[in-house]
């Protein structure tokens, strides 16, 4: 248990570390190391058509979004500096946001680069609240450049929305497009949130059952889990107010309102993780009390045994003496009588009886 528990700690207080060493000019691309290999997929739709690829180079990029009314470009993967640089190239995009893009311990904002503007936000992998991945987001008037940090499925829903038409979506611009992508990162949240309020359940039945020894560990794992949560979803709310008020005129009225809709989702987010994490909080003093009860059970059991043989141990020691009934008729009579040992006997079951009958009336044996 103890070292579950001194493992599930190192890894709530990982630290993440620049790339770029002190000293470096601004504005500069350096990925880590293990970041996977860029997979770029290019996206340009309108109301009537949509065309959809996976790209290699950056000259097909430029040739396909010439005309095109919405271009999204989708990087998933960091580990190349010279494509993020070129991608960023392409679109003018500014350099500072582009080391920011690599440098993945970002927390949610937004900032405004004339023409465009980047934002980030943390999704969950897979649907699992054991840690955050980044996603970074440009959009300029007509065109969304996305950098996943790896594999961000949430965003794979909206691709899917594009290619079958379904909604709104061909028909507004690239800012509905940004929101579309916002809302499926912060809509993946409510899933893990739901099978974290199941856990807790699970957990409060088993404790209530029987405390096992390593629950209190599974508490803390939840709560660790929810902090990380919390982390991310709590300044992607200023980030998407930000952009509501000071996105200029990059982001409509219309979609503005959706925006908000993105907002609300937020505060229900964050009103629940609150909730579970004060969850956590009494789930840890229940078992702790649950566990209080159970050693107070045992000390009590044992008090009453000792409790019991203390006089039978007092008549066994009295009898034990070596007194000689010879010397004198007070030196211990009953060793010479015939129904001496029956006596003693009996005594001591007498004896035992009576505090037992004791206990019970006082109610110490419920």
Not at 20 to 48: C, E, F, I, K, Q
Not at 213 to 238: K, Y
Not at 348 to 354: C, K, L, P, Q, S
Request: proline share 4%.
């Amino acid at each position: 248990m103890a070292t579950r528990h001194s493992h599930t700690a190192k890894r709530s207080r990982k630290r993440f570390r620049r790339q770029t060493r002190p000293g470096t000019p601004p504005g500069a691309v350096v990925p880590h190391p293990d970041a996977p290999p860029p997979l770029m997929r290019l996206v340009t739709y309108g109301s009537n058509d949509c065309s959809d690829r996976e790209v290699g180079d950056l000259e097909t990029i430029t040739a396909q979004i010439k005309g095109a009314a919405v271009t999204w470009v989708d990087v998933n993967g960091l580990g190349d500096a010279d494509v993020v640089m070129r991608v960023g190239e392409l679109f003018g995009l500014h350099h500072l946001a582009l080391e920011d893009v690599v440098n993945v311990h970002q927390r949610p904002k937004v900032e405004l680069y004339g023409d465009h503007l980047f934002m980030i936000a943390r999704a969950l992998p897979h649907g699992h609240t054991d840690g955050s991945v980044q996603v970074a987001m440009f959009m300029g008037r007509d065109f969304v450049v996305s950098f996943r940090e790896r594999d961000a499925v949430c965003l794979d829903a909206v691709h899917q929305r594009i290619l079958a038409g379904k909604g709104k979506i061909r028909t507004y611009g690239a800012d509905y497009l940004l929101y579309a992508l916002l809302d499926a990162v912060i809509d993946d949240y409510f899933p893990a949130l739901e099978k974290h309020g199941e856990n807790l359940d699970r957990l409060d039945s088993l404790i209530s059952a029987g405390a096992e020894r390593n629950l209190i560990s599974q508490v803390h794992q939840v709560r660790t889990d929810l902090l990380s949560v919390r982390r991310a979803i709590w300044p992607l709310r200023d980030a998407i107010n930000a952009l509501i008020r000071d996105s200029g005129d990059l982001i409509s009225d219309e979609t503005d309102l959706y925006l908000r809709d993105c907002y609300d989702h937020i505060i229900q987010i964050m009103d629940v993780i609150e909730t579970d994490r004060e969850l956590c909080s009494d789930l840890r003093d229940f078992y702790l009390t649950v566990v209080s009860n159970r050693m107070n059970q045992v000390m009590k059991f044992l008090t009453i045994i000792a409790t019991l043989f203390m006089p039978l141990g007092f008549i066994a020691g009295l009898y034990g003496m070596n007194f000689n009934s010879a010397v004198s008729t007070w030196n211990m009579p009953e060793l010479n009588w015939t129904f001496g040992y029956p006596f003693a006997l009996a005594l001591m079951a007498a004896t035992a009886t009576t505090l037992v009958l004791f206990f019970w009336r006082k109610g110490w044996l419920s």
